[in-house]
């Protein structure tokens, strides 16, 4: 194994159990110890791999959920049969990725408390609010917005987070929760 692949590898083991230990305990339930032991590596690979140790872990961590929730949200809207529905496939999706308990935790709980709003928020908008952002784009365009775009992604956006936290709160909710949501949708349409 050449030394870029060892590299790869002590990052993903790092990643993939500073994961799991994060979603089972939360950020502040789990040592840096604790995650190089269980990966099997020292400490400095820790540390070289993510130079603020366990919060740059947490970090990666998080982007790995956003990123992976997008692809889950991206994946429900193919076959759409307009922009709108696709956007209303998706709120379906970020539901159900968040009604797990390892996700809310590591992107709704703990994302934004450890990372600090505006580092959580730069990344939402990079991941899960740029993703909202072009759907409501294509709805422009396709003249089913009547909204401005930008404005709307916001909004929307908010009113998803709060839902994921309510959902999560309150399992039973959901499906007044979606419907609402798609009630708010349907607000900013153009049909």
């Known amino acids: 194994?050449?030394?870029a692949d060892q590299a790869e590898a002590t990052r993903e083991a790092?990643?993939?159990?500073?994961?799991?230990?994060?979603?089972?305990?939360?950020?502040?339930?789990?040592?840096?110890?604790?995650i190089v032991a269980a990966a099997r590596v020292t400490r400095g690979a820790l540390y070289h791999h993510?130079?603020?140790?366990?919060?740059?872990?947490?970090?990666?961590?998080?982007v790995e959920v956003m990123a992976e929730t997008c692809g889950a949200v991206d994946r429900s809207s193919r076959g759409a049969g307009s922009p709108f529905d696709a956007i209303a496939r998706g709120i379906g999706a970020?539901?159900?990725?968040?009604?797990e308990p390892g996700c809310r935790r590591i992107l709704l709980v703990d994302g934004p408390a450890v990372l600090g709003?505006?580092?959580?928020r730069s990344l939402d908008l990079e991941h899960g609010l740029g993703l909202l952002r072009r759907g409501l784009e294509a709805?422009?365009?396709?003249?089913?917005l009547e909204s401005d775009p930008e404005a709307a992604a916001h909004l929307l956006g908010g009113a998803?987070?709060?839902?994921?936290?309510?959902v999560g709160r309150e399992p039973r909710l959901r499906r007044r929760v979606e419907t609402t949501?798609?009630?708010?949708?349907?607000?900013?349409?153009?049909?």
């Open 160 to 166: 998803l987070l709060d839902a994921a936290m309510l």
């Open 117 to 120: 709003w505006h580092e959580w």
């Open 14 to 34: 790092l990643t993939r159990v500073g994961r799991r230990l994060f979603a089972a305990r939360g950020f502040d339930g789990v040592s840096a110890e604790e």
């Open 50 to 62: 993510f130079p603020d140790g366990k919060k740059g872990l947490f970090r990666a961590v998080v």
């Open 139 to 144: 709805a422009s365009r396709a003249g089913e």
């Open 1 to 3: 194994m050449s030394k």
């Open 181 to 191: 949501l798609l009630r708010l949708l349907g607000g900013l349409s153009a049909r």
């Open 94 to 99: 970020f539901l159900d990725a968040c009604d």
